[in-house]
């Protein structure tokens, strides 16, 4: 459990269920749906313990300036039913009247 627990992992996950994604791309990705910013340093801890997991897998390209690009491991593609999960359940829970919504607006 210990591999997606953080406030982060599991949208690094469902971006990199998409498509594989540079540092930045995915930066950008995950700020442009949250309301909190993730910064650079967290992200890069974030990924260094998904690698270190088995989740993620970081190819580095040889060139100048060094290119690095993000892909879900074969391990990581399985979390695709979790983030489905989790999905189906916030709208279910954001449509009841007394739902997560209602309760975070107090």
């Keep these: 459990m210990r591999a997606v627990e953080g406030r982060w992992k599991i949208f690094i996950v469902f971006y990199l269920l998409e498509r594989t994604m540079r540092f ?21 801890q974030e990924l260094r313990e998904m690698e270190a997991d088995g989740l993620i897998h970081r190819e580095v390209y040889p060139q100048v300036p060094p290119k690095v690009e993000y892909s879900l491991t074969g391990l990581g593609r399985h979390l695709r039913i ?15 009247p007394d739902g997560v919504e209602a309760r975070s607006s107090t």
Excluded: F
């Excluded at 983030?83 to 449509?95: K, L, N, P, T, Y």
């Design 82 to 96: 979790v983030v489905d999960a989790m999905g189906a359940w916030g709208e279910i829970a954001a449509s009841q």
């Design 24 to 44: 930045a791309e995915l930066q950008r990705a995950i700020n442009s749906t949250n309301a909190r910013a993730i910064t650079p340093k967290m992200l890069t």
